[in-house]
């Protein structure tokens, strides 16, 4: 059997490894199993999102063989397995033969690299990030030095297209402008290209040593607490950091004013247009975040049939199938409604996303995804596409960006009630208090509805 080969590099992956040394955290990775109230959970950490039909058949299998059954697309485009039993060791080495990790074992932590799901696909993208997002994956996971970077920390390259999670904060982000008839890569520290201006840019050629240099950066002036950039921004102005950086960097008027355009969140569920003629993506959201290992094989055995063998996560929780011809999209939309998942932004369940609940983690002090069920079929006007948030504990795990709307669970079926207020830190304005579910429904159902995102 030829080795796998990772999608988004075109190069073969490493099939074993040998454990690198665990380092602590919080978070689950491939070789670190975080223990959870329904089992361990491991995170695989896919390339920017993309594995092909034989990967997905190999996590639903893994599911099956190691763990509950249970799989989690995240809001970073990667999945993860719940319930994972006495054999982490079987599941961990089922996964490498797949080619289902990084290419240098002690780099799995830092893959955090984030691209549009329609990357290279989108008709609205001025550039193509895949050639230069590979590049940075290799950067992160083979340079000894930027082993040391959180497992939180995070970057995301963005190529202008329409179909981009513009609200996730990162600790460094690239978004592309046309200055002078060239383009260029403005980027942000510590925030997100939905809302910050950038505070400068370099040359689109530029964008791989701008990058190499700010982790750089980074790693020389950040002290034992501070992790991530915000913390190191706390301590040092944005100017100071940036006059360390050994690029000619670019700070008039025209990159300091520019705005990243905005799009419709709803657009990635159905069908999605590609510049490609006569081929679209096909999108379907899993519901609450979840897929079984039956749906996970059935899209998987989709895209192999009829697309080009190659699924993308999102950050909405949902995959895209591209390169689907035009005449087939009905057939792949069908097939997607029939295995249960969601394919219309209509839907209820479309509008809700929740964390694992109190089944799961002994944190939560709520069933949030029961809850979920519940609320989002009570509602009678229309939610947008990930517009309410349930939130078992303050961690917020389930989203990286504040919601619309976010209930905070108090205690089991009870929540506060939050309004996203951009003046606002945290949640947002309260809007209630120790509510029963058909409070907060009832409030929801009398305040218009809109997405600001």
Not at 306 to 318: I, K, N, V, Y
């Amino acid at each position: 059997m030829p080795s796998p080969i990772s999608r988004l590099t075109g190069e073969p992956l490493n099939q074993s490894q040998p454990a690198p040394a665990i380092r602590p955290s919080a978070c689950p990775g491939l070789w670190r199993i975080v223990q959870a109230r329904d089992g361990g959970i491991s995170r695989i950490k896919l390339d920017a999102g993309h594995l092909d039909a034989d990967q997905a058949e190999a996590v639903a299998e893994a599911a099956e063989r190691f763990a509950g059954g249970v799989i989690e697309v995240t809001n970073r485009s990667n999945l993860q397995i719940r319930g994972v039993g006495n054999d982490p060791q079987g599941l961990i080495a089922h996964l490498l033969a797949a080619g289902l990790g990084p290419r240098v074992a002690a780099g799995d932590d830092v893959r955090n690299l984030m691209l549009s799901p329609a990357a290279g696909l989108d008709p609205a993208l001025l550039f193509d990030t895949r050639a230069l997002g590979a590049q940075i994956l290799d950067l992160l996971q083979t340079t000894p030095r930027f082993h040391a970077l959180s497992a939180k920390f995070a970057v995301q390259l963005d190529g202008g297209e329409d179909l981009a999670m513009l609200w996730h904060p990162h600790d460094l982000w690239l978004s592309p402008l046309r200055l002078d008839g060239e383009l260029w890569l403005g980027f942000g520290l510590a925030g997100c290209p939905g809302q910050d201006a950038p505070v400068a840019a370099v040359p689109l050629a530029a964008g791989l040593a701008l990058v190499r240099a700010v982790l750089e950066r980074f790693l020389d002036l950040a002290d034992a607490g501070q992790s991530r950039m915000r913390q190191l921004l706390e301590a040092l102005s944005t100017d100071a950091f940036l006059a360390g950086l050994p690029l000619a960097l670019r700070r008039d008027a025209a990159v300091l004013d520019w705005r990243r355009p905005r799009r419709d969140l709803a657009r990635h569920l159905g069908v999605y247009p590609q510049q490609q003629a006569e081929r679209v993506a096909v999108g379907a959201m899993a519901p609450l975040g979840r897929l079984s290992a039956a749906q996970l094989r059935g899209v998987g055995g989709l895209a192999r049939e009829l697309g080009d063998g190659s699924l993308r996560m999102t950050p909405w929780q949902s995959v895209l199938l591209p390169n689907i011809a035009v005449g087939r999209a009905e057939r792949v939309l069908a097939a997607l409604l029939h295995l249960g998942l969601i394919t219309d932004a209509a839907e209820p369940l479309a509008g809700v996303v929740a964390c694992t609940g109190s089944a799961g983690c002994a944190k939560a002090l709520a069933d949030t995804k029961g809850d979920a069920l519940q609320l989002a079929f009570s509602l009678r006007q229309p939610v947008p596409v990930a517009g309410i948030h349930l939130s078992g504990c303050g961690r917020s795990c389930a989203m990286a960006h504040t919601a619309p709307v976010t209930l905070l669970a108090v205690g089991p079926g009870r929540y506060d009630l939050y309004f996203h207020d951009p003046a606002l830190p945290g949640p947002g304005a309260v809007a209630g208090r120790n509510l029963t579910l058909e409070e907060a429904g009832a409030t929801l159902d009398a305040r218009p509805r809109s997405n600001p995102r």
